[in-house]
């Protein structure tokens, strides 16, 4: 079930209405539960299932570590935990590509093993909700949360329906005090998550969809094209993958606060970021905070020696890279985007050191260049993520760089460079204080209108065909 | 601070009430000026057919039009860009064109008709397509219709369907119309991901979809002969007209007449396949109703059901191109020529011949066609 369908429109409405009219705090976890375990179930009832079976072991786990003295039977436990979770993830996501790369390697090396091919289906969200389930019970394990005693209130973050398949990865520090809390109706949360559903809409069906348009035929059959338009391509696919993820959590984060529930910010304008490290702040900021919180700190951060520091982030990303999916493409990603993140760590101490360039860097042209190179360094990254394959993603990049001729842009070039000023007239504008303020001190009717006409734009806008959001396949 | 909270929440509802107006509001005003100034946004079939129309009336405003009207059979069967010239007594040429629209039957063409009208496009003839299992049901055309077709609309039984129809396909207009929207306001923004608002037609509105296929193989073929068969056998079997399709056509015929315009009726081709599923008792009943048309409204018929062999056709009664060109041949030398220089026997103001048949007794002005029909409904009559 796509947020921007019809399927979805009736199921929240339904949902929406019985949630406002009931009085009973309980009683509405308990919808709200029932209505996650249907959305979920409508994919695949049996996968649904299973999420519900692991999220009560992490329930059931959870308590002993809490009951729990011995470090070592406490660490068993986490271990288990762990276990089941990752082995899940691992059998669903990764076990094929991981017997693909052995037989590739065995091969290699002149030995032909015959190794199974596993006829999985990979449930949909598993490493947004896997990743959920680790941090409760990792947290739960180092003592900063308590174990929810209630199965319920555990159950609905796991399978609350707005962030069950596509994030926002949420805490439970977060979400769970907010399904205890009894819920009010606030016309602020209504107004604020309606204007979200509004902005996830036109991001997804208007850039997004539209972008897909242009982008997908050329990566395709990127030798088919020229240099101009792959790399208008290129660009195409950051403003695709930018405006479906962000769009999908916009959705999702109106949606959680029209029933009463905030979600963790997932975007906060990544092309306006000056350098990678910034980016990645901007960037799936759920995600690069679990990253961080989970693997980056306890590998030792950034306070050992240079060289551990560079080796903890190209650990850090390279997981990153892997958590997209079981193919070396994510996982060069990964790593490529670690190695920005060194390369950019290296540069800043020694521009520090130098403070005419320092200031040089730091002023309104400077930060403009710096803007640009982050974005150009993420769009060649991306062409690496989209590709196929590594040699596909060389190929590609190749071409980028090596003039060719070739095919013509598959949409009229229009559209590309209209989205394109839009996504960034949208950057510029929100970095505007003076224009939220502005919008705030017009009459109640001209946000009203204003709104509407955005409405009818964006319905207006969108393709005949509607793409599945990217991140689902994750 | 409290009354700082209170005025956020009043400036929140305040919005979100605003907001909802506003859409709707949009959505009405919206509407209304296409239902008003663009027809053809809800109907492209139609729109893309009046564009031509017009552009043909540009070109050539000195010749009469001679308008056909029906549905996909006749979309597909009727190529007026083969018709030998057609002239007027005194010379002039006219300019036929096929105005057929996918699906239509006696309410859709009445409505098209009218909308031609009130555009000003007034023909100097009209063949007039009478499916005969389109007699016993029409789908709505409220789907398609717009603010100024909806007195039409409202004159039938079927008023609180019909615009139960009409409002749901006004509902979210945006969205289910913004491909016809954009191609209006902003051409490059068009994504043509299906065909189904793409209306592809040739200059003289004859169908580019249909017939020019000839690459039918026999699965589709069978594929279609279901189709056909489970939409009329049945129809053909039991033959009932329907009072509502019938008072439309009655309409469509009395209009006509008030405005001067010769109407032929046309009983377009099927095959012998086809043929087979009329009953005996549906060729009567079939005969008399066209008859007494005929005799009302001064409308000969023009049975054409077996003018073409097996082979001309792409399924049981949609032409394939060598079956349409045998079609439109014969129909504009036996019907179109003699009609429109005022040779055919039709009570239209000019034709004196029409006025001498006046005086005749209905039996007597019949056409060959209908005569033969006749005929062969004796011969049905007699079988046990």
């Known amino acids: ?474 | 601070m409290t009354t700082r909270r209170r005025g956020r929440r009043q400036q929140a509802r305040a919005d979100v009430v605003w907001g909802l107006i506003a859409f709707a509001a949009l959505q009405i005003a919206f509407v209304l000026a296409i239902d008003l100034t663009r027809p053809g946004l809800f109907d492209p079939e139609y729109g893309v057919r009046v564009r031509l129309l017009r552009e043909r009336i540009r070109e050539h405003p000195e010749r009469p039009l001679l308008l056909v009207v029906g549905s996909s059979r006749i979309g597909a069967g009727f190529m007026p860009g083969e018709l030998s010239a057609l002239r007027t007594a005194d010379g002039r040429l006219a300019l036929p064109f096929n105005g057929a629209h996918l699906g239509a039957g006696p309410r859709l063409n009445r409505m098209e008709v009218r909308r031609l009208l009130r555009e000003g496009i007034t023909p100097s003839w009209l063949v007039l397509e009478v499916v005969p299992g389109g007699l016993v049901h029409e789908v709505s055309p409220a789907s398609i219709a717009v603010l100024g077709d909806l007195p039409g609309l409202c004159r039938y039984n079927t008023l609180a369907r019909d615009l139960l129809i009409y409002l749901r396909c006004r509902l979210n207009p945006f969205y289910n119309h913004r491909q016809a929207v954009l191609s209006l306001l902003a051409a490059p923004f068009v994504t043509r991901a299906d065909s189904s608002d793409h209306v592809s037609l040739l200059p003289l509105g004859d169908d580019d979809n249909w017939m020019r296929r000839e690459d039918l193989d026999a699965e589709m073929l069978a594929r279609r002969v279901a189709e056909a068969r489970g939409v009329y056998c049945d129809r053909l079997r039991d033959f009932h007209i329907d009072p509502e399709l019938d008072r439309a056509t009655r309409e469509l015929l009395r209009l006509c007449r008030q405005k001067g315009i010769p109407v032929v009726l046309l009983l377009t081709p099927e095959d012998s396949r086809f043929r087979s599923w009329y009953s005996a008792e549906t060729e009567k009943r079939l005969g008399d109703y066209l008859e007494g048309l005929q005799r009302v409204y001064r409308a000969p018929v023009v049975d054409a059901r077996a003018w073409v062999g097996d082979d001309g056709f792409s399924d049981p009664h949609h032409l394939r191109l060598r079956g349409a060109r045998v079609f439109t041949e014969r129909l504009g030398r036996e019907v179109l020529q003699p009609l429109v220089a005022g040779a055919f026997p039709i009570d239209g103001p000019d034709s004196t011949a029409a006025q001498a048949l006046h005086r005749q007794p209905s039996r007597q002005r019949c056409h060959p066609a209908i005569a033969d029909h006749a005929k062969r409904l004796k011969t049905a009559a007699k079988r046990p």
């Not at chain 1, 980056?296 to 060289?307: E, H, K, Q, V, Y």
């Not at chain 1, 150009?376 to 060719?404: I, N, Y």
């Open chain 1, 1 to 474: 079930m796509l947020f921007c369908t019809q399927k979805f429109l009736f199921f929240f409405l339904g949902v929406f209405t019985v949630y406002w009219l009931l009085p009973w705090h309980r009683l509405r976890v308990w919808l709200l539960l029932g209505a996650s375990y249907y959305f979920y179930a409508s994919w695949n009832p049996l996968l649904a299932g299973l999420i519900f079976l692991t999220a009560t072991l992490d329930y059931t786990i959870a308590r002993a570590l809490e009951a729990g003295t011995s470090p070592r039977r406490r660490r068993a436990l986490l271990a288990v935990s762990l276990g089941a979770n990752v082995g899940l993830l691992v059998y669903f996501k990764y076990a094929n590509f991981f017997l693909d790369s052995l037989g590739d390697c065995l091969r290699s090396a002149g030995v032909t093993v015959p190794l199974p091919v596993l006829s999985v289906i990979v449930p949909v969200g598993i490493s947004f909700y896997t990743f959920e389930a680790i941090s409760y019970t990792v947290d739960v394990y180092r003592r900063r949360i308590p174990a929810e005693r209630n199965l319920a209130n555990f159950l609905l973050f796991i399978l609350f329906f707005p962030h069950l398949v596509a994030g926002p990865i949420v805490r439970a520090r977060d979400f769970l005090p907010q399904v205890r809390r009894r819920k009010h109706w606030n016309w602020v949360r209504f107004a604020l998550g309606g204007r979200l559903i509004l902005l996830g809409l036109f991001k997804k069906l208007v850039i997004a969809d539209r972008m897909a348009l242009l982008a997908d035929p050329v990566f395709s059959d990127p030798t088919a094209y020229g240099t101009l338009v792959l790399w208008m391509a290129a660009v195409a696919y950051a403003f695709q993958v930018y405006c479906d993820f962000s769009g999908y959590s916009d959705i999702a984060l109106g949606t959680a606060h029209l029933l009463g529930y905030r979600l963790a910010v997932n975007f906060d304008m990544p092309f306006a970021a000056a350098n990678i490290t910034e980016f990645w702040r901007r960037w799936h900021i759920s995600l690069s905070n679990w990253i961080r919180d989970y693997v980056f700190f306890p590998l030792g951060g950034s306070r050992g020696s240079a060289w551990r520091t560079a080796g903890n982030l190209l650990v850090a990303m390279t997981l990153c890279g892997l958590w997209h999916g079981a193919k070396w493409p994510f996982i060069a990603w990964g790593l490529l985007n670690g190695v920005y993140m060194v390369v950019h760590r290296a540069f800043r101490s020694w521009a520090e050191r130098r403070p005419r360039l320092d200031g040089l860097l730091q002023t309104e042209a400077g930060t403009g260049l710096r803007v640009a190179l982050t974005f150009l360094t993420f769009v060649l990254a991306l062409v690496v993520f989209r590709t196929g394959s590594l040699s596909e993603g060389a190929a590609m990049l190749g071409a980028m760089f090596a003039p060719q001729g070739g095919l013509a842009s598959p949409v009229p070039p229009l559209c590309f460079w209209v989205t394109a000023v839009v996504v960034l007239a949208a950057h510029l504008l929100a970095r505007t204080e003076g224009a939220w303020r502005l919008w705030e001190r017009l009459p109640s009717w001209l946000h009203g209108f204003g709104l509407a006409a955005f409405l009818v734009v964006t319905l207006l806008l969108a393709p005949v065909t509607s793409q599945v959001f990217l991140y689902f396949q994750f």
